[in-house]
């Protein structure tokens, strides 16, 4: 039987396991969910290019409202113009939205990761940090943006909450939240750290692949059996 969340619920579940089994009904079904998506994607890493931290922080702070493949398009020439916090942070803002147009909303972008830049500068000696609280405090920054870095440039356990983690985590009935910080805390409560920014990234692969916003694929979705809405497609 699938759980459902109480009306009200506390938000805690507590960890424990018997005989190696999750004794929570949902942190269990999540467990199955995440062996599942395991063996679909073994292999995950973001598809932002980069060579550094700076230059995942800025390519993900770009990759707001379109597509990685649109920002990976524009983050070479950007970042052989300029390679560094430094360099940025003293371009003219003209020149940074004729590199970054095609991303679009690229006045607001390019205001941003300039301002990024200089904050980086200015607070943290033109690297970037390596804690969420100091991310989040960065121009253009949010926690998503903030659990990418972390994850992939640092390895630090992060839970990426984006469109498509938020859309899933609802239809898998992992949550009763919509909002993503609340998403991000129950994510984080049945899953194992070790597995936050594995399991974010497999969920937005399969977003992207099955559970598509609009038509999920549900006659061939490989967690049909463990989701409350195995025929959201009539399939
Ligand atoms: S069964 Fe359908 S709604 Fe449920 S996770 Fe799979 S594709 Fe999404």
Redesign the pocket.
Known sequence: MIFKWPRKHTTHIPFGKCNGVAMHPLRNRTDKIRKILRSTYPDVKTALNHRNPFELLIATILSAQTTDRQVNSVTGGLFQRFPTANHLAAAPLHEIEDRIRSTGFFHNKARNIRACARALEERHAGRVPRRLEDLTKLPGVGRKTANVVLGAAFGIPGMVVDTHVKR?AG??GLTPHSDPVKIEYDLMQIVPKRAWNAFGLQLIHFGRD??HARK???PA?P??HL?P??N??GG
């Open positions: 899933l239809r898998l099955i559970c999920p694929a549900c979705c967690l049909r989701c809405f195995p959201k497609t």
